[in-house]
């Protein structure tokens, strides 16, 4: 997926010179801010956003990006409407797929999963592993 980029209006209060911009990617959200001198940038890789709240006023729309973490979110004002809802659209998409196990890193060589008929329950902790396993990969016991 192609990072998409959404940039805040230059009328609202604190972009009229240097908009704040944030980018959806692959494995983060960013959100960049230019000054005359510097460059702030914060991101949080997308397992890690908690929550997307978005404020909506008469015309523009407040995104604040909270994460897991327990870090200070990350917040943007002046955004249009539709643009706070694709990027709220964006970041749950990415979530998904991340759960599903078909995110962005998951690549078509990985092996595939295993066959019921080559599973046994653990006999310590009854978790379901391979029959070849020697050690069971959730209590880390030596199977028999």
């Not at 909506?56 to 897991?68: F, K, N, P, Q």
């Not at 998904?96 to 046994?120: E, I, K």
Request: aromatic content about 4%; glycine content about 6%.
């Amino acid at each position: 997926m192609e990072a998409e980029s959404f940039v805040a209006s230059r009328w609202t209060r604190g972009n009229r010179l240097f908009p704040t911009r944030i980018i959806v990617g692959d494995q983060s959200v960013m959100r960049r801010k230019r000054s005359w001198l510097t460059l702030n940038e914060e991101s949080v890789h997308v397992r890690n956003v908690a929550t997307v709240n978005i404020t909506t006023g008469l015309v523009w729309s407040d995104v604040s990006i909270e994460s897991s973490g327990g870090s200070d979110p990350i917040t943007s004002h002046g955004h249009t409407k539709s643009d706070a809802r694709r990027i709220k659209e964006l970041i749950e998409t990415l979530q998904a797929r991340l759960t599903s196990g078909a995110g962005p890193g998951a690549d078509a060589a990985a092996p595939p999963a295993a066959d019921a008929a080559d599973l046994r329950p653990c006999p310590h902790c009854a978790e379901l592993v391979r029959k070849a396993a020697r050690i069971c990969r959730y209590c880390q016991r030596e199977l028999d």
